[in-house]
């Protein structure tokens, strides 16, 4: 059933603008989608919506998804006023459809919950991010780690929530399509990847240049915080650090574009 919200004063929409806050977010167990192409990657991936918001003009685009995706009367569907729409946005020009999904329905997870490494057949290939903070770095590893068939991201938790509005747009849909496990801290990450065996590569500026080095599997690298990079501690625990040959003048890489480079290498030699 629809249901119309036309005054910015209505309670029910003020309950979902508060969950741009990332703390009540986390605590409702809801994460906020919008536009047409992220929601539907999002139902693509089998994960279905607690509540749709729409304006008039997205209509048939709802009921097209009603129809595709099997929606139910188990979702609230709300179509909203521009103006009302524009509150809710958080976009400069929003197309006029979002959604929230339960966090708990997606494949990211926290090791509390479960503790097992992601495995396939075949080599497995993971990046590894220590308290990585900007939303634009993370989405962009995401979908790298999506293009070049990682195995799985593995981030400790005082890294950026990949649920952030500004990481899920960056990802441009790929935190739907590989798992992402979320650790308390490095150390339970080095322990995992040691009981499977998996080889642990630091990107560290003494490291050997990539061009020197041949990656054995299964591999993990890491990358550390934007500004102080690895810690000691995890670079330690690497058995090989590896760097990027630079050139030119500048000093070093930004985090997304040093994974990323790394990360083609290393599928390449898959």
Same mark, same amino acid.
């Given at each position: 059933?629809?249901?119309?919200?036309?005054?910015?004063?209505?309670?029910?929409?003020? $309950?979902?603008?508060?969950?741009?806050?990332?703390?009540?977010?986390?605590?409702?167990?809801?994460?906020?989608?919008?536009?047409?192409?992220?929601?539907? =990657?999002?139902?693509?991936?089998?994960?279905?919506?607690?509540?749709?918001?729409?304006?008039?003009?997205?209509? =048939?685009? !709802?009921?097209?998804?009603?129809?595709?995706?099997?929606? =139910?009367?188990?979702?609230?569907?709300?179509?909203?006023?521009? *103006?009302?729409?524009?509150?809710?946005?958080?976009?400069?020009?929003?197309?006029?459809? /979002?959604?929230?999904?339960?966090?708990?329905?997606?494949?990211?997870?926290?090791?509390? *919950?479960?503790?097992?490494?992601?495995?396939?057949?075949?080599?497995?290939? $993971?990046?590894?991010?220590?308290?990585?903070?900007?939303?634009?770095?993370?989405?962009?590893?995401?979908?790298?780690?999506?293009?070049? =068939?990682?195995? /799985?991201?593995?981030?400790?938790?005082?890294?950026?929530?990949?649920?952030?509005?500004?990481?899920?747009?960056?990802?441009?849909?790929?935190?739907?399509?590989?798992?992402?496990?979320?650790?308390?801290?490095?150390?339970?990450?080095?322990?995992?990847? *040691?009981?499977?065996? !998996?080889?642990?590569?630091?990107?560290?500026?003494?490291? !050997?240049?990539?061009?020197?080095?041949?990656?054995?599997?299964?591999?993990? $690298?890491?990358?550390?915080?934007?500004?102080?990079?690895?810690?000691?501690? !995890?670079?330690?625990?690497?058995? $090989?650090?590896?760097?990027?040959?630079?050139?030119?003048?500048?000093?070093?890489?930004?985090?997304?574009?040093?994974?990323?480079?790394?990360?083609?290498?290393?599928?390449?030699?898959?």
């Amino acid at each position: 059933m629809r249901k119309c919200i036309s005054s910015k004063d209505n309670q029910q929409l003020k $309950y979902y603008l508060s969950l741009h806050d990332a703390r009540k977010a986390s605590k409702a167990d809801l994460a906020y989608i919008e536009g047409v192409r992220l929601c539907e =990657d999002c139902l693509n991936s089998g994960v279905k919506p607690s509540v749709i918001f729409f304006t008039s003009k997205m209509n =048939d685009c !709802v009921d097209k998804w009603m129809h595709i995706y099997s929606l =139910d009367d188990s979702i609230d569907f709300y179509e909203l006023t521009e *103006e009302c729409f524009s509150k809710l946005a958080s976009t400069v020009n929003p197309q006029g459809i /979002a959604m929230f999904i339960k966090k708990s329905d997606c494949n990211v997870i926290s090791v509390n *919950e479960e503790k097992s490494l992601p495995v396939r057949d075949g080599k497995n290939i $993971y990046v590894v991010l220590e308290n990585l903070q900007d939303p634009g770095n993370l989405g962009t590893i995401l979908r790298m780690a999506d293009a070049f =068939d990682f195995t /799985a991201v593995l981030m400790t938790k005082d890294s950026v929530d990949p649920f952030n509005e500004k990481v899920l747009r960056a990802s441009m849909g790929s935190l739907w399509h590989i798992p992402v496990q979320i650790y308390e801290n490095s150390d339970e990450i080095c322990d995992i990847l *040691e009981r499977g065996n !998996v080889h642990k590569y630091a990107a560290h500026l003494h490291g !050997v240049p990539l061009t020197d080095n041949k990656f054995i599997f299964p591999a993990a $690298y890491f990358i550390g915080n934007e500004g102080k990079g690895l810690t000691d501690r !995890v670079s330690d625990r690497c058995e $090989y650090k590896i760097k990027i040959p630079m050139p030119g003048k500048a000093e070093s890489l930004n985090a997304a574009s040093a994974a990323s480079i790394i990360g083609y290498l290393l599928s390449s030699q898959i």
